[in-house]
DNA sequence: AGAAAGCCTCGGCCGC
DNA sequence: TGCGGCCGAGGCTTTC
């Protein structure tokens, strides 16, 4: 669930620790799985004051008076922030809280806690994260570095869907926002991207500003408008059309069968 | 029971 | 034929 506008709403949230001092912090071996251990993290964040938030991609980072925190929020991940109120936060996945599924998190000097609630564990820690290797921001993708996105050095290149999920080409979009992107295109998601056409590729480019700008707006990387359709033996909701799938970048993959070529 | 919205690793193979 | 790098498949993990 957590894509591009989900970690962005986690950051968000974030916010409200901007100026605490960490008092103590945990992981488990999952949440750990990126350091050296599992104790690596709470020796690393005690005493840190975060200083602001920032993210690419799908990665989040608080930044800190020291090193940058990094966090990963895999396919069930949850960033939550209790306090006096009670838990506080947004879910897309199990709809519900379980303490058994918190794999880590932060306690602050005014003892509010920033947890990672994470059913499936492919949430990570990390410590001052290669950012560098992700690729521009998705929600601010810029015409010039779309042009990058989908320019291919030699051969046909991989399908566009491939490309558009590949994070150091850009960082932000998942399965959902890749068949989106895709589906209000009119794309072939298993089209090779060198061989795109110029027409192909502006359709993208506004099609994938389109979509962050639309499913931001509507509040989730789920609310597309082909995902009504996103089951086998669907049928287009533009065209009435039978929807295909398939894998293609290594994830389930749906499209028109109609007007997607 | 099978599939799932992320990400990492590995191995095959393409192209120079 | 050799090598580096690209690209796709598979695995991780638990849940519904």
């Known amino acids: 669930m957590p894509e591009i506008l989900e970690v962005e709403s986690y950051r968000r949230l974030a916010e409200r620790v901007v100026g605490r001092t960490i008092v103590r912090g945990w992981a488990d071996g999952y949440a750990a799985k990126k350091l050296s251990s599992p104790s690596a993290w709470a020796r690393a964040v005690k005493g840190l004051t975060v200083t602001g938030t920032s993210r690419r991609g799908k990665l989040m980072l608080l930044?800190?008076?020291?090193?940058?925190?990094?966090?990963?929020?895999?396919?069930?991940?949850?960033?939550?922030?209790?306090?006096?109120?009670?838990?506080?936060?947004?879910?897309?996945?199990p709809h519900r809280f379980n303490s058994g599924w918190v794999r880590?998190?932060?306690?602050?000097?005014?003892s509010r806690k920033l947890l990672l609630h994470d059913p499936r564990r492919l949430g990570r820690f990390e410590l001052d994260p290669r950012v560098g290797d992700l690729g521009p921001d998705a929600l601010t993708l810029t015409r010039r570095q779309f042009d990058r996105v989908v320019h291919?050095?030699?051969?046909?290149?991989?399908?566009?869907?491939?490309?558009?999920?590949?994070?150091?080409?850009?960082?932000g979009?998942?399965?959902?926002?890749?068949?989106?992107?895709?589906?209000?295109?009119?794309?072939?998601?298993?089209?090779?991207?060198?061989?795109?056409?110029?027409?192909?590729?502006?359709?993208?480019?506004?099609?994938f500003t389109q979509t962050m700008r639309t499913l931001s707006n509507r509040g989730g990387s789920h609310l597309g408008d082909h995902m009504d359709a996103r089951f086998p033996g669907g049928f287009c909701p533009r065209d009435g059309a039978i929807m295909l799938s398939g894998t293609i970048g290594g994830r389930t993959t749906y499209w028109c069968s109609a007007h997607q070529h």
Do not use: H
């Open 63 to 93: 930044e800190t008076d020291g090193v940058t925190l990094g966090m990963r929020f895999g396919m069930t991940g949850v960033l939550l922030i209790n306090d006096a109120a009670g838990i506080d936060g947004l879910f897309y996945g």
């Open 104 to 110: 880590g998190g932060l306690e602050f000097d005014d």
């Open 152 to 171: 291919v050095e030699r051969g046909d290149g991989p399908a566009i869907k491939a490309r558009l999920l590949d994070q150091s080409a850009v960082a």
């Open 173 to 207: 979009v998942g399965n959902l926002l890749g068949d989106e992107i895709l589906f209000r295109a009119g794309v072939d998601p298993r089209t090779a991207t060198g061989l795109l056409s110029s027409e192909q590729k502006s359709r993208l480019f506004r099609s």
